[in-house]
């Protein structure tokens, strides 16, 4: 899909923005409804904590997720 960015957020959540459509291993649509924020981005737990995944819900803040730019949760090339 064109024009679609993902974000991976500092001790935080990925963000997406774009039109992207989400599915569940089982091709089961995701619902997105009222997971957009005002800027039309959703945000995708990276931390592993979220009660409402695959969406974040802020756990990474309660659990002190920390995450820098080229660390383990990042693919290297």
């Given at each position: 899909?064109?024009?679609?960015?993902?974000?991976?957020?500092?001790?935080?959540?990925?963000?997406?923005?774009?039109?992207?459509?989400?599915?569940?291993?089982?091709?089961?649509?995701?619902s997105?409804?009222?997971?957009?924020?005002?800027?039309?981005?959703?945000?995708?737990?990276?931390?592993?904590?979220?009660?409402?995944?695959?969406?974040?819900?802020?756990?990474?803040?309660?659990i002190?997720?920390?995450?820098?730019?080229?660390?383990?949760?990042?693919?290297?090339?």
């Amino acid at each position: 899909m064109a024009g679609v960015r993902i974000v991976p957020t500092a001790d935080g959540p990925n963000m997406i923005v774009g039109a992207v459509g989400l599915e569940w291993p089982s091709g089961h649509s995701i619902s997105q409804e009222g997971e957009p924020d005002a800027s039309g981005a959703i945000y995708l737990c990276r931390c592993g904590a979220s009660k409402n995944k695959p969406f974040c819900d802020n756990s990474h803040t309660r659990i002190g997720f920390k995450s820098t730019e080229g660390d383990a949760t990042a693919h290297r090339n």
